[in-house]
T-cell receptor, first 112, second 113 residues
Framework: NAGVTQTPKFQVLKTGQSMTLQCAQD?????MYWYRQDPGMGLRLIYY???????DKGEVPNGYNVSRLNKREFSLRLESAAPSQTSVYFC???????????FGDGTRLSIL | GDSVTQMEGPVTLSEEAFLTINCTYT??????LFWYVQYPGEGLQLLLK?????DKGSNKGFEATYRKETTSFHLEKGSVQVSDSAVYFC????????????FGAGTRLFVKA
């Protein structure tokens, strides 16, 4: 039982490059989330998807786009990476709406 | 605006000691409250939750009570183990005026054998 799987685990980008972070869950959850975790700041919600085909902005959506491709997959795209987007990114899913429950192991992203 | 404040860490305890990690919140309406745990190199896991005032969430020996009068949701465990060493996050979700989730900065716990 894999739970929430994120790829890649680590990535280094140059400023201006683009990248898509992948997330898949195998628990048949409707709700999925993308967060970023920065030192001393806890987690901040980037985007939320209540179901396939729907997405909503969170606290810090600027510079990001998302796609809920199907019920299993929720991807996060950086179109033009900036050093301020250096962070650890977590994908999560849940059975109950708006209550993130299962998190992936994270993607550590560095932008030079 | 909404916020969650946790006690600063790290907290260092000996095995079998009593644990309290303080959490207070500021929010409009009636938020749901959560505790998450993050073990080294892993993502967060939901530890327990409470969705209304006076509810007590509990799991794996941990418990926390939703206190609206003091806007608090302190995490407690009667006897900690080395395996409880992790970072603990208090969080709230607010469902009025749009979905919002706010996490505290996290409290690192070290338990010595």
């Amino acid at each position: 039982n894999a739970g929430v799987t994120q790829t890649p685990k680590f990535q280094v980008l140059k400023t201006g490059q683009s990248m898509t972070l992948q997330c898949a869950q195998d628990m048949n959850h409707n709700s999925m989330y993308w967060y970023r975790q920065d030192p001393g700041m806890g987690l901040r919600l980037i985007y939320y998807s209540a179901s396939e085909g729907t997405t909503d902005k969170g606290e810090v959506p600027n510079g990001y786009n998302v796609s809920r491709l199907n019920k299993r997959e929720f991807s996060l795209r950086l179109e033009s990476a900036a050093p301020s987007q250096t962070s650890v990114y977590f994908c999560a899913s849940s059975e109950v709406r708006r209550q993130p429950q299962h998190f992936g192991d994270g993607t550590r992203l560095s932008i030079l | 605006g909404d916020s969650v404040t946790q006690m600063e860490g790290p907290v260092t305890l000996s095995e079998e000691a009593f644990l309290t990690i303080n959490c207070t919140y500021t929010a409009t309406g009636y938020p749901s409250l959560f505790w998450y745990v993050q073990y080294p190199g892993e993502g967060l896991q939901l530890l327990l939750k409470a969705t209304k005032a006076d509810d007590k969430g509990s799991n794996k020996g941990f418990e926390a009570t939703y206190r609206k009068e003091t806007t608090s949701f302190h995490l407690e465990k009667g006897s900690v183990q080395v395996s409880d060493s992790a970072v603990y996050f208090c969080a709230l979700t607010r469902n009025t005026g749009g979905f919002k989730t706010i996490f505290g900065a996290g409290t690192r716990l070290f338990v010595k054998a």
